[in-house]
């Protein structure tokens, strides 16, 4: 595999036009990752307008000799239908990034554009791994004792048992590799802790999962507040539910920093309050910090898939761009395969 | 109705054994209830055990008046399971407080107990509403705007199209009483905003509802960040999903306490800064109040049922009892059965 660039170099395609602060904090991002100790070997095949991305380059001397730039005319809008996308934006920076991990020129795609047509970009082009079913959207979210990987979170509007237990799997290589935990828990969100209980794909899935052949440290169902406590690993859900939980908790995040500065600044006292408490608070945020947990991939496609969130400056692209990095420099999909080949159940 | 008590009451079953706090949170919580002006025309009937009762009773003369004791010799534990505790636990206070609402001898059933038992007995026992072919767990949730009421939080594990256009009727009416408003909005879960995205029974929901013929405010689709942002009034999901989003929810509200704790004790300044925003924050954890939203309504059965969360204290309870008091003086199943008699789908 990717005979075709120098040996030993773990070669990032990215679409440089992709995210509400490109392409600058696209170039930064990478940038940032270069000047990384762990990401020595790194190198990139940029993906964009040229004219706006040259004068960018000048700034980082550095970048340019750990870099190829390659022009795409055409950027994919925010408001593009991924199936529009597919058709209409062959020239794209988006789709352009991502034949090189087809043709084998680049190990991984990283962008923080528009996420539909990414998915459906990627999954057409690349096409799902050997025994995959579907891929899904896997990322990490903030817990009481660090992070906790989540999947899908909406590559699929519905999941069937064999689609479920192969994101378990998928999600355990995930955070084998970026964790570095040789055994990482699983489990199956559901509505109880009882086997008796949940839908009819959530029961099947839990079945295939105590019975897997594969050696994986299935703990059984967990519930939502089993996500943030942090006790778990890997949750593994279907993608309505898990998109949904994402987008409910970040809606909440936003609600909490709101009642914080609504409670901080409602009298002149409390406003002083605030001044006293900011180095506290800003430590909270740390805590909080989104840009920590950007990267989501999308998993079980031949190739590595990374998206970050369009919002992002520079230092969450390059947590993104980091995440690509280790995923392959670790070949998740060599791992992925030799795991799920020794699940007996598959046809 | 209601031909056998006090004419003009209303008359609440109150289960005095459920809860963490039992019976003392209870029985303090329907004397707050007794003491709040708005709710000067209630009645209690109070299940329980006599002797642990009657010495919580003595403090409160007022209650003794507007109260009937009835001995329960059971309590359902809470680790009962539902299908058990309908078999063996008949002469419990939860059953025979829902026995209370079936013979028309109260108004409403209140229990801070075992949420499954007090579902199965309560269905069993009282039955849907007429046309309607699923009951519903609905509450309110805190949002940025106030509240946001969000069904089914767990009643069924799985909803087809009409029960998703029947919990949407019947949120409406929830919030209308409630909230006094006389048009609610209401907004169907889903993963993306487009019409066309989305599981078959959510698409065929949608479609239910924008051709209601009964006049609701339907505004579409919505996404999970968008409850907690408080545009919408009512959220429309299955139980499934409601379930986690409710526990995943408050999983991490948990999570953004120990951050916050942890910020301000890492030091001995940032200790300091704890003392000096002690004001602030107590008027943040207020915001956040779970007490506040105490009080979830099992929707859709011949009488009214509520739920408070069982580690509630006084308020807490009280707060449930009151839901239980409004829903019950503004009919609201009278109200349900007048809309949903106006859809000119059903069969």
Redesign the interface.
Known sequence: MLSKQKEGRIVLAIDAMGGDHAPNAVIEAANLVLEDKSCKDVYFKIFGKKDKIIPLLKKFPKLINSSKLVHADQVVSNDE?PSSAIRNCKKSSMQMAINAVKSQDAHAVVSAGNT?ALMAMSTITLRTLPQIHRPAIITFL???KGRVAVLDL?AN??SDANNLYQFAIMGEVFVKILEKKEKPSIGL?N?GSEEI???DSVKLAYSLLKNSTVPINFVGYV???????GEIDVVV?D???G??????????????V???K???T?SL??K???L??K???N??SK??DSRMYNGAMLIGLNGVVVKSHGSMDSVGIANAIKTAYNLSKNNINEQICEEIIQSDHLE
């Open positions: 239908i539909g903030p817990s009481e909406g509007v519905e969100l509505i209980k949940g839908p519930e939502g507040n089993d996500v943030a406590s859900t993608g309505f539910t998109n949904i939980l994402l987008k409910s908790i970040s809606g909440y995040a936003k609600v909490y709101h009642f914080m609504k409670a901080f409602s006292l409390s002083l309050h605030y006293f408490s180095p506290s608070l430590k909270l805590s909080l």
